[in-house]
């Protein structure tokens, strides 16, 4: 059963984040949709500073995608997020 629940997650890439951007802030966005599992603004190691992109993970699939939907090309800050479904790298571990 814990299983067939992991499957279900849908991890998406959101990208052109304003650089200001706070995982707080990413995550009240999505919230508006359902369930937000987990959210993270991708940092630079050396400076802390965000890369402009994030991934949130949502539990729930029509969640997920009603977020997508409704999110992308959206203005957040100074610029028009996108958002979709993330996929692994080829040379990604599984």
Same mark, same amino acid.
């Given at each position: 059963?814990?299983?067939?629940?992991?499957?279900?997650?849908?991890?998406?890439?959101?990208?052109n984040?304003?650089?200001?951007? $706070?995982?707080?802030?990413?995550?009240?966005?999505?919230?508006?949709y359902?369930?937000?599992?987990?959210? $993270? *603004? *991708?940092?630079?190691?050396? $400076? &802390?500073?965000?890369? &402009?992109? &994030?991934?949130?993970?949502?539990?729930?699939? &029509?969640?997920?995608?009603?977020?997508?939907?409704?999110?992308?090309?959206?203005? *957040?800050g100074?610029?028009?997020?996108?958002?979709?479904?993330?996929?692994?790298?080829?040379?990604?571990?599984?």
């Amino acid at each position: 059963m814990f299983t067939s629940i992991q499957s279900e997650i849908m991890k998406l890439l959101v990208r052109n984040l304003d650089r200001n951007t $706070t995982e707080a802030e990413l995550r009240s966005l999505f919230e508006a949709y359902g369930k937000v599992q987990s959210c $993270t *603004v *991708v940092t630079e190691v050396y $400076t &802390g500073k965000s890369k &402009g992109f &994030g991934f949130v993970e949502m539990p729930s699939p &029509g969640e997920s995608k009603a977020a997508m939907k409704n999110l992308n090309n959206r203005e *957040v800050g100074s610029n028009r997020i996108r958002v979709k479904r993330a996929t692994p790298e080829p040379d990604a571990p599984q």
